[in-house]
Nanobody, 120 residues
């Protein structure tokens, strides 16, 4: 079982920066790949960026590439995204996601989300 708690959301002006963090508790955090999703008002939840269990593999949705940087600290059980050049379209609830796949076995966990609002 893994519990995820996001923090760092808030109201930011367009062009500004923000750092979102996700603190994980539970067993074997370093075994899990992590990621961030977001859900804008009236929209479906969308993928933003994942990071491998080691931190060596990352990927970004085209909409955030070059502006978002994901990182993790397995010693502190945290995963973060540094966001720069914020745009109004980045406004959304941001969710931390942990997942583990071993063969056919798959388990995942979600945080409760943190809200980001970007004003123009």
């Amino acid at each position: 079982q893994v519990q995820l708690v996001e923090s760092g959301g808030g109201l930011v002006q367009a062009g500004g920066s923000l750092r979102l963090s996700c603190a994980a508790s539970g067993r074997s955090f370093s075994s899990y790949a992590m990621g961030w999703f977001r859900q804008a008002p009236g929209q479906e939840r969308e993928f933003v960026t994942p990071i491998s269990w080691s931190g060596g593999g990352t990927y970004y949705a085209d909409s955030v590439k070059g502006r978002y940087t994901i990182s993790r600290d397995n010693a502190k059980n945290t995963v973060s995204i540094q966001i720069s050049s914020l745009k109004p379209e980045d406004t959304a609830d941001y969710y931390c996601h942990a997942y583990l796949t071993i063969g056919r076995y798959y388990v995942d966990y979600w945080g409760q989300g943190t809200q980001v609002t970007v004003s123009s």
